[in-house]
């Protein structure tokens, strides 16, 4: 079967740095993504991974290993505005999205 | 550019009722995705397009039907609402490749009583 499994909350504080896991099964694999989600709001696109290793983009990283189907999301520096669900999704051989729960993160000040 | 819309954004519907959701997109993308998000559960994919006059079953698809007449619009229709039909219904639209990130809505939030 396919599954993405992600911690259900994490609570980190401003300034700080978090790391939020991501652990995942489908059926062939074209990728992950990250996308966050405000509370009431539509999810947007953080980051794609689709080979090995490390994506910087600012404050945010994302880092892929195929062979043990793990990703995470690092975010450093870590601001009020980052209180939000993080949604870790594998796309699979038909290039679907297989989507996780998603993470909330709180973050306190 | 908008980029994706839905309409309405709030419905309450009686059981048994029939509805149609719109979504529409102005970035001439091919392919279209309806979800719905549901709380502690990630997002379902319900159906899709691949482009206009096609459409796909996704992980859920019973008790709703879509249709996909021009390529900028994909309706997703329910013809007689259940409570389990509550959610949050997300659409979404991507360009073709398989990296190209797909593009949400604002959502649809539906209570079925």
């Known amino acids: 079967g396919q599954n993405i499994d992600q911690p259900t909350e994490m609570t980190a504080t401003e300034g700080a740095i978090v790391q939020i896991n991501c652990t995942y099964q489908t059926s062939g694999f074209n990728g992950l993504f990250w996308y966050q989600q405000h509370a009431g709001e539509a999810p947007t696109f953080l980051s794609y991974?689709?080979l090995d290793g490390l994506e910087e983009k600012g404050r945010f990283s994302s880092f892929l290993s195929r062979s043990k189907g793990y990703s995470y999301l690092l975010l450093k520096e870590l601001q009020m505005k980052d209180s939000a669900s993080y949604l870790c999704a594998g796309m699979d051989s038909n290039y679907q999205l297989i989507w996780g729960a998603g993470t909330k993160l709180i973050i306190k000040p | 550019n908008a980029g994706v819309t839905q309409t309405p954004k709030f419905r309450v519907l009686k059981t048994g009722q029939s509805m149609t959701l719109l979504c529409a997109q102005d970035?001439?993308?091919?392919?279209m995705y309806w979800y719905r998000q549901d709380p502690g559960m990630g997002l379902r994919l319900i159906h899709y397009?691949?482009?206009?006059?096609?459409?796909a079953k996704g992980e859920v698809p019973d008790g709703y039907n879509v249709s996909r007449l021009k390529k900028q619009n994909f309706l997703l229709g329910l013809e007689s609402a259940a409570p389990s039909q509550t959610s949050v219904y997300f659409c979404a639209s991507r360009a073709g490749g398989p990296a190209d990130t797909q593009y949400f809505g604002p959502g649809t939030r539906l209570t079925v009583l």
């Open positions: 397009s691949v482009g206009e006059g096609t459409t």
């Open positions: 970035m001439n993308h091919e392919y």
């Open positions: 991974n689709v």
